[in-house]
């Protein structure tokens, strides 16, 4: 899709996707910073973020996450993209809170949560899994 359209910035989302889970942190980031680019918006922001913390650009992870913490809800940023910056970081019990305002805020995405590998290191979570 990207050579279709080089400015598609869901194309750059799935792309740094890919790219994390198979450990390429390089080519993840540069394809988030493309998603957000692209998007306009801090719709990718969560993704960048991620990729910053299982990188170990710690640093920038945060700023991304004060920076869309500070923007909740006014703007664009979507407390799951929050929850997802948390939980790479390693802060369980924020993400679980911000899992649970997406759920107040009823985000779609949240259909997804069973399957995207963002969220295996908190599976085994009863609040995770609703008990």
Not at 20 to 36: H, P, R, T
Not at 63 to 80: F, G, H, K, T, W
Not at 96 to 103: G, P, Q, R, T, V
């Amino acid at each position: 899709m990207i050579e279709i359209d080089p400015t598609y910035a869901f194309g750059y989302d799935r792309l740094g996707r890919a790219y994390l889970q198979k450990g390429m942190y390089s080519d993840a980031i540069a394809a988030f910073e493309m998603a957000v680019k692209y998007s306009g918006n801090n719709t990718h922001k969560g993704q960048l973020g991620r990729a910053y913390a299982v990188s170990g650009r710690r640093n920038d992870a945060k700023r991304i996450l004060e920076d869309a913490v500070q923007q909740y809800p006014r703007n664009s940023a979507r407390p799951l993209a929050i929850a997802m910056i948390y939980e790479a970081l390693g802060y369980k019990e924020e993400a679980l809170h911000w899992l649970e305002e997406a759920i107040r805020v009823r985000d779609g995405n949240m259909v997804l949560l069973q399957v995207l590998p963002e969220w295996d290191s908190l599976r085994d979570d009863p609040q995770f899994n609703g008990k």
